[in-house]
């Protein structure tokens, strides 16, 4: 068709174009309304006009008529909408009381399978014979504003539904950690013998019981400390605060010596004595290294020997994690740091995890602008750490 046949002027087809342009960069029905009805105005003549959507999120925007002359109500609106759903848009005589001023009006139906949510609603004074491009374009608005609708409410459901499952988690875990930590107090008690003397058998379950309510603890705070998480990017709120790794590096080591002798494992820390102090959430930070550590435990067989480093150059700090336990494959470690990856394999049969450890260790790496790395051949063992920028906002007093 050539541009002479068609039913649309070019000044239409140019703002055509700017809405769908508009669409692309899926703006809200609230930012996009107030232009649209500008457009509507300048092309459909309209004296006046609304659009609105009942359901949630809900939209009122008015050009020459205020919500408040809105009072038809939502239930009139839906059934007489859904009585003119698929209708051509008709001009008819304009209910009381929006009648007074404009007798005429087109009111088009929103329709979201098959339930009519919304609607926009042209007024006139006067009647009104809208050509072919005009009809036309009308159509392409509704269909604009359809899609608008339908991706407010997508994106409305999405964020209740991201609230409750972090307001669920939250509850979850910290209703689950106050059990965990009375449980671990009397059975450490029980373990200590000042409750008497345990025989073997006793002895035995009681340290079940503790390795079982440690790792369900560990669990926990992973899951409290994921659930801090955006899930599609991983990232979190900061919090950050002046923060030395050194110190924070041994005070974890030596909460894991015990865990450590326990499987019979040597576990050493190597600080660097000119490390520079950093600007950097330490809880995330904490819980990153605590997971390294706690992998090594778990993933390196009785005798071994794990290495906690510090150290840094003039581009950045890092955190080591070094054992020499089982090691990973090639293919294996280019999935290691997604969330709920485990590698099966009958040496890890009776570690219990989550697959959350090294997920939440990368994004702790990213959210500070650096990476998580892991350099291991199979039957050596693994370097698992966290390379930080010394740069923006890890610097104190740098740009956030
Ligand atoms: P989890 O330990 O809860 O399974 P992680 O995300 O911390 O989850 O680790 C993912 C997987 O990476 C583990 O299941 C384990 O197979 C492997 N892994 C992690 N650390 C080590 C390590 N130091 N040595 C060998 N394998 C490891």
């Given at each position: 068709m050539s541009p002479h046949n068609s039913p649309l002027s070019s000044e239409s087809v140019s703002i055509a174009r700017e809405l769908l342009r508009l669409i692309a960069q899926k703006p809200s029905l609230d930012a996009i309304a107030p232009t649209i009805l500008q457009w509507i105005q300048h092309i459909l003549l309209a004296e006046a006009a609304f659009l609105t959507v009942f359901e949630e999120p809900h939209v009122f925007h008015g050009l020459g008529i205020a919500e408040d002359a809105y009072v038809l109500g939502d239930d009139w609106w839906q059934k007489t909408l859904a009585r003119m759903i698929a209708a051509e848009p008709v001009q008819e005589a304009t209910p009381a009381p929006y009648n007074v001023l404009y007798p005429l009006w087109i009111s088009l139906p929103l329709v979201v399978k098959g339930r009519?949510?919304?609607?926009?609603?042209?007024?006139?004074?006067?009647?009104?014979?809208?050509?072919?491009?005009?009809?036309?374009?009308?159509?392409?608005?509704?269909?604009?504003?359809?899609?608008?609708?339908?991706?407010?409410?997508?994106?409305?459901?999405?964020?209740?539904?991201?609230?409750n499952q972090a307001e669920f988690v939250r509850i979850l875990s910290h209703d689950l950690r106050t059990p965990l930590t009375s449980i671990l107090g009397f059975a450490s008690m029980l373990e200590s013998g000042t409750m008497g003397d345990l025989n073997e058998k006793q002895r035995y379950f009681i340290e079940k019981i503790i390795s079982g309510v440690a790792q369900m603890t560990s669990l926990v705070d992973n899951i409290q400390d994921a659930g801090r998480y955006d899930p599609e990017t991983g990232f979190y709120q900061m919090e950050r605060a002046p923060l030395d790794l050194n110190e924070l590096a041994e005070r974890i080591v030596q909460n894991q010596l015990v865990p450590a002798e326990k499987m019979d494992l040597e576990l050493v820390f190597v600080p660097d004595p000119d490390v520079p102090i950093i600007n950097a959430d330490q809880r995330m930070l904490e819980r990153s290294i605590i997971n390294l550590v706690d992998n090594a435990i778990k993933y390196t067989p009785n005798g071994g020997k794990i290495e906690v480093r510090v150290s840094h150059t003039d581009e950045d700090v890092t955190i080591t994690v070094r054992d020499n336990g089982l090691g990973i494959s090639a293919e294996n470690m280019r999935q290691l740091f997604q969330r709920h990856f485990r590698i099966r394999r009958p040496e890890h049969k009776k570690v219990k995890g989550s697959g959350l450890g090294l997920f939440i260790v990368r994004s702790v790496a990213r959210q500070h602008d650096g990476e998580a790395f892991v350099e291991s051949v199979e039957g050596q063992g693994s370097t698992f750490g966290l390379r930080l920028p010394l740069s923006g906002a890890n610097l104190l007093g740098g740009d956030l």
């Open positions: 009519s949510v919304g609607c926009l609603c042209l007024f006139y004074s006067k009647p009104i014979v809208l050509d072919a491009a005009q009809r036309e374009w009308l159509v392409i608005v509704t269909d604009a504003l359809l899609i608008l609708t339908e991706s407010a409410k997508t994106s409305a459901r999405h964020e209740k539904l991201m609230r």
